[in-house]
């Protein structure tokens, strides 16, 4: 059974860093990424890790951002420097069984989904 649960999330000032969490059960060998929903918007793809350790950013976040996997502790985790107000959003992480597709997938196709973690960025 795959769990997700997300953690991290909180405010800080433009510039600033967080660090988001996301313990996952049941995922091993699947494909994972982050995603965001800030108000009034739908919700978008930010990065994602398939095994092998192939990772993909988003234009938006790259060198800003990094997604990474602690396969010993089955943690998703998303470094985020130089945070801006667009940044702010409610940050998801999600997995799914294929692989071969990874950072393809249609961001709503993604099969399984934590409850998200809260980010506000202020200027």
């Known amino acids: 059974q795959v769990q997700l649960v997300e953690s991290g999330g909180g405010s800080v000032q433009a510039g600033g860093s967080l660090r988001l969490s996301c313990k996952a059960h049941g995922t091993l060998g699947m494909c994972m990424g982050w995603f965001r929903q800030a108000p009034g918007k739908e919700r978008e793809r930010v990065a994602t890790i398939a095994p092998g350790d192939v990772r993909r950013h988003v234009d938006s976040v790259l060198g800003r951002f990094t997604i990474s996997k602690d396969a010993a502790t089955s943690t998703l985790n998303l470094q985020m420097n130089s945070l801006t107000p667009e940044d702010s959003a409610m940050y998801y992480c999600?997995?799914?069984?294929?692989?071969?597709?990874?950072?393809?997938?249609?961001?709503?196709?993604?099969?399984?989904w934590g409850q998200g973690t809260q980010v506000t960025v202020s200027s």
């Open positions: 999600a997995a799914d069984r294929r692989t071969w597709v990874c950072y393809d997938l249609g961001v709503n196709s993604f099969a399984h």
